[in-house]
């Protein structure tokens, strides 16, 4: 059993920054470095979406087009810990943010949420105009 956890979120105004952390535990020691993690969120009302993802040894990322150039997804597998860099924050990047680990063994990145077995409980994300 893998458990991935969430912090940083908050309520920030526009132009703002903020970054989310995502530790894991449990079970991770022998998948963690070997595996892609990623961001989702999900808005009120709304599909959860890919926003970020990372490859097992950080050589490949992959954003969505909406958060590309603002936000920065990087792992410390030292620290089994994946984080989110979010700058530019728009009040539209409002949303419950989730890391979720893959399915499959991570020398790519994964974007479709079925590529994601074990997902955190979500920190929330504010932005206000």
């Known amino acids: 059993q893998v458990e991935l956890v969430e912090s940083g979120g908050g309520l920030v105004q526009a132009g703002g920054s903020l970054r989310l952390s995502c530790a894991a535990s449990?079970?991770?020691?022998?998948?963690?470095?070997?595996?892609?993690l990623g961001w989702f969120r999900q808005a009120p009302g709304k599909e959860r979406e890919f926003v970020a993802s990372?490859?097992?040894?950080?050589?490949?990322?992959s954003y969505a087009d909406s958060v590309k150039d603002r936000f920065t997804i990087s792992r410390d597998n030292a620290k089994n810990t994946v984080y989110l860099e979010m700058t530019s924050l728009k009040p539209e990047d409002t949303a419950v943010y989730f890391c979720a680990k893959s399915r499959l063994y991570g020398r790519v990145t994964y974007r479709a949420i079925e590529d994601f077995d074990y997902w955190g409980q979500g920190t929330q994300v504010t932005v206000s105009s």
């Open positions: 990372i490859n097992w040894n950080s050589a490949s990322t």
């Open positions: 449990g079970r991770t020691l022998n998948v963690f470095n070997v595996i892609t």
